[in-house]
């Protein structure tokens, strides 16, 4: 194992014994009804984070291959929690099947094959174009327009977007590890979510969005994201960039992590419900879990494609 990538797997680690000692402590002395579902949910949490790390390091042992894989799987289960929402009918059951198992596995072999510039349009152009005639093949044209809007859309932020992730593998940069920027990307975004949760159960009053997500605050967004940004800094060595090239990244990073996770919120209460799915547990579903990640993902690997690569 690279020593870099011991060395922060093993933080990561000391970072979860300590959390998950607090969350023992509070267990034990937190005593109202309140307090003690707040734990259990922050326990339940930490628990979950533990197996997402331990999968997520697995996959990276196994470099881009690894990488592709899992990423495959998470586009494969956020997908699917996507189109239950969806007002599908029967006659779209066939063009599902080529979304799931055609369109996801030949997005990542190219990312896989590091063919970038189609990894840029299959999605977009060919995928959106195929889709399109194959569902008005089947000649059921009830809600045509509705339902292939938003299988367009699903396809779009649950393989389009978080396929970027993995693509960073792809990229050349001048001496660092290729799995670098992934990383960076990944603590970034998604301690910004756990920091804006932190700072909002500590001292948030101001809600940003009531009606859409109630328990995200002014408080928590601006302590969460500013100290995703400190800590963006601090792990800038993954990277090519420098401090304040790193501190602009990672405040460009943390605030499109919320904004995702405000639009996908936004769609979870438009159908009704709280989660995406139970998948994961204390943080429901997959998409749940990834949505800070589907706005971050492309913009952040255009970023380090047009400026840090070598050309």
Request: glycine share 8%; charged share 15%; net charge positive.
């Amino acid at each position: 194992m690279d020593p870099m990538m011991k060395w922060l797997l093993i933080g990561v680690g000391g970072v979860l014994v300590i959390a998950s000692t607090i969350g023992f402590i509070l267990r034990l002395t937190v005593k109202t009804i309140a307090g003690k579902r707040t734990v259990a949910n922050l326990n339940a949490r930490i628990k979950a984070w533990w197996v997402m790390v331990a999968v997520f390091a697995l996959a990276l042992w196994f470099d881009a291959a690894g990488a592709c894989i899992l990423f495959a799987i998470i586009s494969f289960l956020a997908l699917r929690e996507m189109l239950t929402l969806a007002p599908t009918r029967r006659a779209d059951h066939h063009t599902m099947f080529w979304t799931f198992f055609v369109m996801i596995p030949i997005q990542y072999y190219l990312v896989y094959i590091r063919w970038i510039a189609m990894v840029e349009i299959f999605i977009p152009v060919y995928c959106f174009i195929f889709l399109a005639i194959r569902s008005a093949l089947t000649g059921d044209y009830k809600n045509y327009l509705e339902r292939m809007a938003k299988m367009q859309w699903a396809l779009f932020i649950c393989v389009y977007c978080i396929s970027h992730a993995p693509a960073l593998l792809m990229l050349e940069l001048p001496t660092r590890p290729s799995w670098g920027p992934l990383m960076w990307l990944v603590i970034v975004v998604q301690m910004s979510d756990v920091l804006q949760y932190c700072w909002g159960k500590m001292c948030g009053k101001h809600k940003v969005a009531p009606h859409i997500s109630p328990n995200k605050t002014w408080e928590g967004l601006i302590g969460g994201v500013l100290t995703a940004t400190g800590l963006g800094v601090a792990i800038s060595a993954l990277t090519p960039f420098r401090w304040g090239e790193a501190a602009i990244i990672a405040f460009v990073v943390a605030m499109l992590g919320f904004f995702g996770g405000i639009v996908m919120s936004a769609i979870k209460r438009d159908a009704g419900i709280k989660d995406y799915g139970q998948l994961i547990e204390g943080h429901g579903g997959m998409m749940d879990r990834i949505d800070s990640l589907t706005f971050a993902a492309p913009i952040f690997f255009h970023i380090v494609g047009y400026w840090f690569t070598v050309r």
